[in-house]
Structures are given as C-alpha cells and as structure tokens.
C-alpha cells in the first residue's frame, strides 16, 4: 500500500534543456509536475565456480585494475578508455553487450571531440571492406580495418583487433557524451557485415589466454542523467568476476542462444501482484540483457499490464499518461522522494536448475530515475521503463542494481546485488531464490536470426543440390528408351517433388 500524494499546487517559471536540449512545451501541476518533452528519447546460487579469483593465475589480468575503470551513467551510456594504434590514440568507448563489432569515429562529428586519425597510425591496415550497423537507436557506416589496442585499466598487453571505422552516422553519435566509439560485447553472429569479423572478446581471449568471461559492474543507479552532472563510475572486469564489487550470493540463467545474450523471463511480478501473461509475451521475440540500451524495455502487452498496475498501486490520482509513455517528467519539491509511491518490479528468470527460477527485484530508485532540477526547488524524474517492438531487454535501469557476469565459458549469465546499488544505506535492489517452476517458453519462440540463418543455408544448399543434378541430367545423352522403360509421370521428380 503506497500513501497519496500531497498535491502541491506551485507556479513555476522558466524550464529549459530538460533532457538532451529538449525544449518542454507543458506545464503541468498535479499528482506532480510534468514536464513535456520534445523529440522522443532513446529510449541455482553459485560461490564462483572457479571464477571468483582476485587475479588470474597466468598473470594476464588483475581484477582490482579494472575496478572503476568505467564512467557514465544509464542516460549517456557507460564508457572505457582505450588506447588505439602507433603511436596510441585515446578514445572513450561505449560498452555494449548488445552488439558485435568495436566500431570508433573516424571522422569529425558535431558531437564528438575526438576521433580516430587512421593516417595517423602506422599498423592500422584496412580490409577494404564495407560495413554498416543499426541499432535500436541510430546507425552508422565505414569501413573495416585491424589496428593494435590496449586498455589502461585493462588485461595487460597489446592485442591485434577489428576496427570498424565510422565514416558517417545518423542518430548514433548524440548531444552530452563524452564517447567516441563502440565495444560490442555480443556474439560473432551479431557481427557485420558477417560472422567472420571476429569480435573484440574473442580477440582478447584467443590472444591473451584469458577466461572467456567478463562482469560489469554499472553505478549510476539514483544519479541525475542530466547532460550537466558529473558521470558516475563503473567496472567491467575482463577474465573474470571481482568480489568486491557484489554482495550474497550469485544466480545464474543459462543463455539461450549465443547470439544476444538471450534469456529466459518465466514471470513479472509489480508490487507482489502477478502479471499474470503467458510467458511466452515477455520472450516474444526475445529477451535479452543489454548494457547499451537505457531503459527496462518490454513487449506492448507488457508494458501496458505494468503500467495500469502502477497505476493502480501508487494511488496517484490523475497522474499524467505522459509519464508512462517518456514525453514527460514528473517532479517533486526537493526534498520530497517520489520513489515511496511507487512499487518494486521482480523479473523471473530460469536458473541454470532449470526446474528452479530467481528474481531479480528492482526497487523505484532504479526505474524513478532522475534528470534534472528546475530553479534549484524541484527534482524531476523520468520513467526508466518503455515499450518494445523487438522484445524484452533488461538494459541499464536494472542492470545497475546488479553486478551481471558474463560466463561465455558455460553459456549463462549470473546476477548478484552490485555493491554500488545503495542510497543512505538502503539497496536499490534485491535477488531471491529458488523458486520451483513447471514447464518453460524454450521451443515457443518464434525463429531467431541464427536459426534463420541456418535455414536458410540449408535451403541454398538444398537448391544447389538440386541445379547440380538437373545440371547433369540435362548434360548425360538421351537414348531412346523402349516402351516398358519409358519414365512416367508417376515416378518422376515433378510428382515426388517437396512441397
């Protein structure tokens, strides 16, 4: 039960640049302020393992390097500085477990304050390739090519790398970052323009030798995502998991298909109110776990179905569909948290047991996300959940509250509290389990790009069979056949044909 709003009835002047140079054109008082944007937004337990180490063994990576080698925050993206070429050029890299290809500017762009001078670099060589990227947000183009790169706070050494070289770009590169480029995290399949452009992790693992998994810890969980705040902090932990960095136990969900790290959501809980939706809703047509993406994005259906039951709970009377739907904010006098009128949300995911689920739990001090102040009396939040056209991602609203570890090596994700998910003391999340569960989505989907793929190879191999046997049969001299010989319609290929 969530107490009423006190309705505050406050006349307020001039607001401006609300959210990426937005321009607000309303003002509205009631349940709170809400502000209208302008252009849309982007939008089992374990102890370890064996990879619950405080360095690798072969010497190549140590763990506590690596602890806040990361800043950023959910609104601008969490970021890493590398070092790229000879001599070495220093870029910020976007971190991103939903895409394959290590992609930097190498071009001038209104938005960027640097980039990679390819002249400039004695070993970069190019492929003379082509390549494009969309993304859920913006797409660019260029070309690809190999160049050395290090990391700072990074494994140790040196590592040969694809480069893809960003020539052109629309929507991708935006106002207030402080970013240059691009760290696909995801699987070859992911790669363009083909599997074949090996991706920067696997690079890294075949050249250094170290394990194939990463962690990444994410700290921007109750920090103002306004283009005007410092960044926070962050770590992303290469070869493994750093201790340090998460507390309890961790759970593990087996990934799906190595692809996207695609996961198994059983249920969604708002409050302790079921959603009460076929599990197949909140897996169509996937979903995944996805740093680079901003929000908590759920299918239609969900997404409504969480919204009417926030709605319902936070008994906030008239409280604007703007809110919900991104094009406003709500904001409150400082002083007063709007996150105590809100509920928590619970993801379910299948454990590596697959008879037993988790939940991962995100309190509203990850979801009620804050933007900006107006005239240093209010506070404005944003709603870090929308709706999905392309299925369920957990991006970085509830990424923050959790330390995610990467486990290539046995084809699962893990989750444990992040240390860094607190405010006054109080977690802004919370993890649970087992819990029994029957049945499942696996074999319901509808078809993924990789079986796509596979199917379709299938079927071009199938036709060339097919060309290469008529090819032959039309180059073999006919002979006159007698009567009882003759092929009839009966037993030939036209009747027997696949269909």
Same mark, same amino acid.
């Given at each position: ?16 640049? /609300?959210?990426? +140079?937005?321009? /607000? ?27 619950? &180490? ?66 400039? +670099? ?19 183009? *260029? =070309? ?27 929507? #991708? ?32 693992? @075949? ?8 962690? &990444? @810890? ?37 990934? &799906? ?6 996961? !198994?959501?059983?249920?969604? =809980? ?21 740093? *680079? ?29 703007? #809110? #919900? ?30 008879? @037993? ?7 509203? @001090? ?18 870090? %959940? ?44 919370? %993890? ?12 319901? #989907?509808?078809?993924? =790009?990789? &079986? ?13 069979? /097919?060309?290469? %046997? ?15 010989? !003759?092929?009839?319609?009966?037993? +030939? ?7």
């Amino acid at each position: 039960m969530f107490a009423e709003r006190h309705i505050r009835h406050t006349v307020f002047s001039l607001v401006q640049e /609300v959210l990426l +140079s937005s321009e /607000v054109e309303e003002l509205y008082v009631g349940a709170g302020l809400f502000l209208q944007l302008g252009a849309s937004q982007r939008n089992q337990t374990a102890s370890g393992s064996g990879l619950s &180490l405080a360095s690798d063994p072969s010497g190549a990576v140590n763990f506590l390097d690596m602890v806040n080698n990361l800043r950023g925050d959910s609104g601008r993206g969490y970021y890493m500085e590398m070092v790229i070429g000879t001599p070495g050029q220093t870029l910020n890299i976007l971190v991103d477990t939903g895409s394959s290809n290590f992609a930097v500017a190498a071009a001038s762009h209104p938005y960027v304050t640097t980039y990679f001078n390819r002249a400039l +670099s004695s070993t970069y060589q190019t492929s003379g390739r082509a390549v494009a990227v969309r993304y859920t947000q913006g797409n660019w183009e *260029g =070309e690809l090519g190999t160049d050395h790169i290090s990391i700072p706070q990074g494994p140790n050494g040196t590592i040969t790398i694809n480069i893809a070289a960003i020539l052109t770009s629309d929507g #991708f590169f935006l106002p207030g970052i402080n970013w240059q480029g691009i760290l696909g995290l995801a699987y070859p399949l992911l790669a363009r323009p083909d599997p074949s452009v090996e991706p920067f992790f696997n690079s890294l693992v @075949q050249q250094t030798g170290i394990p194939d998994v990463f962690s &990444l @810890q994410m700290c921007g969980a109750g920090v103002s995502v306004s283009a005007t705040s410092e960044p926070a902090g962050g770590s992303l932990v290469m070869g493994g998991i750093e201790p340090t960095l998460y507390q309890g136990s961790v759970w593990y969900t087996p990934v &799906l298909q190595e692809w996207y790290y695609q996961v !198994e959501v059983l249920k969604l =809980e708002v409050g302790d109110q079921n959603l009460n939706l076929d599990c197949q809703e909140y897996n169509m047509d996937k979903a995944i776990v996805d740093s *680079g993406t901003t929000l908590l994005r759920l299918p239609a259906k969900v997404f409504d179905a969480v919204v009417e039951a926030i709605s319902q709970m936070s008994l906030m009377q008239d409280f604007s569909s703007g #809110f #919900f739907a991104g094009s406003k904010l709500a904001c409150w006098v400082k002083g007063d948290s709007p996150w105590r009128f809100f509920p928590k949300i619970s993801i379910y995911l299948r454990a590596t047991n697959t008879s @037993q689920a988790f939940r991962l739990t995100a309190l509203p @001090q990850l979801y009620i996300q804050p933007v900006t102040d107006v005239d240093g009396t209010l506070n404005c939040y944003r709603f870090g %959940i929308s709706s999905s056209t392309n299925g369920l991602v957990i991006g970085a609203t509830v990424m923050e509250g959790f330390y995610v570890i990467f486990d290539r090596a046995h084809k699962r994700v893990g989750f444990a509290v992040s240390t860094c998910a607190e405010s006054d003391g109080v977690l802004m999340a919370e %993890i649970a389990g087992p819990f029994p569960v029957d049945g499942g989505c696996i074999g319901s #989907f509808p078809l993924q =790009e990789p &079986l796509l793929w596979v199917l379709a190879y299938a079927l071009m191999g199938l036709c060339a069979l /097919v060309l290469l %046997i008529l090819l032959i049969l039309l180059l073999v001299p006919c002979h006159r056949r007698q009567r009882d010989g !003759e092929i009839t319609d009966q037993s +030939s290929l036209v009747r027997h044909r696949i269909k």
